[in-house]
């Protein structure tokens, strides 16, 4: 944080020495469960990211650390470590353990760049997020040396075709995946040759050629062409004259009624309404009932509840699901009410009312609403929305 905006130097100091404290005298580092999130449950992941963090930021005499380090990711098959591995041998000086498990990552990478093996992250990760947060990692590792510039092209190609409404993934996965991209772009800040690129769609020119040189900063923006897309199928493609090879995203932006829900989802939600009719000033109830549908424990689950307009969802209610310890949390973002989970049981299943009072006449349906872990939200598995029909007094 401190590289990009300025931060309490006490805060920074304070931070570092209480992980600093938490070191256990054998490189690694002792774990509580004191907060909502449960999922640092693999101590390999763990103490590699916690000696990542220190090196980064500057923290010198990590030796056992360091040592520790290098030796789980020996014996872990679990390509996330590994890249924190390579990263960690890296910032302590040791470039031939570094080079070791960076060439063990090129040998995983696949066709679309990124890595396999990954089984485990610190936040309990799987799916996407877990795939993303791992070539993030292992493209940060190959940045360092400039022999594993054709796996860096790769894997931050791969992160570039994961980007879904602005993020890749969890919160996690995207912050990974963008400081990779960033340092990507740092190294690769300019054109190495001049020339022009141009859209095409369905082999037709659109508009003029954008120009750029060796001083070309930032984005190059191409024509608006949405109005220019018909329905089916349309090929779009880029053409350069001259020049060097260009990184480029595109985003697809679609609205559905309620998404394909997920067969990969490991919870499933139903919900449904007391009351189809009310009179204003009423009051009725949703149901939300949320399982775990394995047979293990799963970390950090959400629901999202999607309420029809009109509706008004009584926050003191919310508040004793908290204290009862049926929710760990929720927050209300216009017509959904969010709840979470620390986590569920095996074949658990929790059934949640939620409280709601009729204030404007109408009548509405809700969004839909869907439920997922949060650390694998590409799986969710959705409910129909929710429908009411207000009547004046």
Known sequence: MSAVRTVDPAMLAD???????????????????????TWITDPDCADSYCTWALLESGEKNLDPEVRRVKEVAASD????VKA?????????????GAKHFMDELA????????????????????????QIETASLATLAWLRDSAYSGNVERAVEFLANSCQDGRYGSTQSTVLALRAIVRHDQLRAHPAASGTVQLLIDGALVGEPMAFTTDTKGAITLPDFAGLLTP????LSLRMSNGA??????????????????????????VSLKDAQLTEGGTTEAD??????TG????????????????EVRYDQLKELVKAQRIAAYEVRGREVILYWRDLEANQTVRIPLSLTAAVPGDYTGPASPAYLYYTDEYKQWADGLKVSIAAK
């Open 77 to 80: 098959t679990n390509s996330y």
């Open 288 to 293: 939300a009932t949320i399982t775990n549908r």
């Open 232 to 235: 089916g199928k349309d090929a």
């Open 15 to 37: 931070t570092r020495n209480w992980l600093l404290g938490r070191r256990d005298g054998k490189g690694g580092f002792t774990h509580e469960r004191r907060a909502l999130h």
């Open 296 to 311: 293990a424990a799963i970390p950090t689950p959400i629901a999202i509840v999607g309420l029809p307009g009109g509706l």
């Open 84 to 96: 924190l591995a390579a990263n960690v041998l890296s910032l302590a000086g040791d470039k031939e």
């Open 245 to 270: 090879t260009l990184p480029y995203v595109m985003d697809v932006a679609f609205n559905s009624i309620k998404p394909a829900s997920s067969d990969l989802c490991k919870v499933s939600i139903d």
């Open 107 to 130: 040998a995983r990478q696949e066709s679309d760049g990124h890595v396999s093996g990954a089984t485990a992250s610190i936040v309990g990760s799987e799916g996407d997020s877990l």
